[in-house]
């Protein structure tokens, strides 16, 4: 990725409703949509508006940031109904961390059996 490709991935363009998608959650910091090809019943992407490509970008800065993801992630697996059987938050980090879109997202997914080691 260049740097004249930082704020034009998907995420970017969804945020600026060049593509369209339903958020479940909006505020000024971040927004929530479905994942397009879901690892499970319920999987979303918490998605910082602030451009961050990876998580080797975080400073100290953006603590409070990286923490309100989780939190929002946590309130939005109990309004699904999977807080209490559980669920995964995961953030990928660059091409062998399985990331995709450089922009930084945490996924939340639920709703089945996620257990590790898979099999």
Not at 45 to 57: D, H, Q, S
Not at 89 to 97: A, K, P, R, S, Y
């Amino acid at each position: 990725m260049s740097d004249d490709d930082s704020e034009d991935t998907i995420f970017h363009k969804i945020m600026r409703k060049e593509i369209s998608s339903k958020f479940l959650y909006e505020d000024d910091d971040l927004f929530v949509i479905r994942d397009i090809t879901p690892a499970g019943p319920i999987h979303l992407l918490v998605i910082p508006k602030k451009t961050i490509p990876t998580a080797n970008a975080l400073t100290p800065a953006d603590d409070a940031l990286v923490g309100k993801m989780v939190r929002v992630a946590r309130d939005l697996a109990e309004e699904n109904g999977v807080s209490e059987s559980g669920y995964r938050l995961v953030m990928n980090c660059g091409e062998d961390g399985g990331q995709t879109v450089y922009q930084l997202h945490l996924h939340m997914i639920g709703g089945r059996g996620l257990h590790w080691p898979p099999g």
